[in-house]
């Protein structure tokens, strides 16, 4: 039972919004693996959504994928400003004509 318990807590399943204007991403699409780790940033900034998240790729050199969508990002937002330990797993990728279909879990993070 230990080991259940420090396992990541999957807080949302949902696409990462914007990738089509995301530049180069096209280019860096073979890098991205399913199950890879990712990373949320809040934009509390954005002149567009208040709630704004954006996910990038883990590592030293993180890429820029897109945001939560608006309307889910909300309480991930939240936690973030709160300063929860949250995370990204990828979990889907696929190509519909031009756009790039990501779909991610959200992970609060336990120790």
């Not at 890098?31 to 709630?51: G, K, V």
């Not at 030293?60 to 939240?78: F, I």
């Amino acid at each position: 039972m230990a080991a259940a318990s420090s396992s990541p807590l999957v807080l949302l399943e949902c696409l990462i919004a914007g990738t089509s204007h995301r530049e180069g991403l096209k280019a860096y699409e073979p890098n991205l693996q399913l199950s890879q780790d990712l990373t949320l940033a809040r934009e509390a900034d954005s002149a567009y959504d208040d709630w704004a998240v954006r996910v990038y790729t883990a590592g030293s050199e993180p890429v820029w994928l897109g945001y939560l969508p608006e309307g889910r990002n909300e309480t991930v937002a939240r936690l973030l400003d709160a300063g929860f330990g949250l995370a990204g797993r990828l979990t889907h990728k696929a190509w519909e004509d031009d756009w790039l279909y990501l779909e991610i879990e959200v992970l609060l993070l336990r120790e």
